[in-house]
């Protein structure tokens, strides 16, 4: 079995890194694909923080008028790009002692950090780098593209000797279908348990309701 002489420092990659570089060539790729793209990830969440434009300087300043509902996802995810840019451009300045040419704005940030990329894929915290340059990126989409479906519990299987929990998919309307409910060892529901199902949906719909708003 052979060893890759110089593996990519990226988790859980296999690939040989790139010369002088700590990273392979593809982990580089998909970090400076994400790092690119950031500042309009960065602008797309802007426009789902409020149905206004002032959300973000009254979140800042610690006021909130009446009537103003933030989401706190998409301001929390802003904010971190904004510290993680920051971070890594503070890092790039102190130790290749370059002029800062940057501000404390994500388009900014990432311009800067794509002219010293390479220096930064060179640097032993490489795989730091690539790591939360992803993560930003995958947050971000999770916040602008958030899951539809649901999964709920209704309980034991009915079928003889199964001793699996029964899962229904709950589509963002609310809606159900036969085909979505199940347990884990195959058992689909029959036609004479779809009134029964529709019941346990609806009480397993109102439980994680008060529950929710119990926390």
Not at 54 to 78: C, F, K, Q
Request: net charge negative; charged share 25%.
């Amino acid at each position: 079995m052979t060893t890759t002489e110089n593996p990519c420092d990226a988790l859980d990659c296999q690939n040989a890194s790139v010369p002088g570089h700590r990273i392979c060539m593809a982990c580089s790729d998909k970090a400076g694909t994400e790092l690119v793209g950031l500042p309009r990830l960065y602008e797309e969440l802007e426009r789902t923080l409020t149905l206004g434009r002032t959300g973000m300087r009254e979140r800042i300043s610690g006021w909130r008028p009446n009537g103003i509902s933030l989401n706190e996802p998409a301001v929390n995810i802003r904010a971190e790009m904004v510290e993680v840019l920051g971070a890594w451009a503070k890092l790039v300045v102190d130790e290749l002692g370059v002029a800062p040419g940057y501000h404390r704005q994500v388009r900014k940030l990432a311009g800067f950090l794509m002219v010293h990329f390479d220096a930064l894929m060179a640097h032993p915290a490489a795989s730091d780098f690539v790591e939360e340059i992803n993560d930003l990126a995958g947050a971000a989409r999770g916040v602008l593209e958030p899951s539809n479906e649901m999964r709920l519990d209704l309980g034991p299987c009915a079928e003889q000797d199964c001793d699996r929990a029964v899962h229904a998919t709950i589509k963002g309307d609310g809606e159900w279908s036969p085909d979505q409910v199940g347990c884990e060892a195959g058992h689909t529901v029959r036609p004479d348990q779809w009134l029964l199902l529709g019941r346990r949906i609806e009480r397993a719909q109102q439980n994680i309701s008060v529950s929710s708003h119990a926390a």
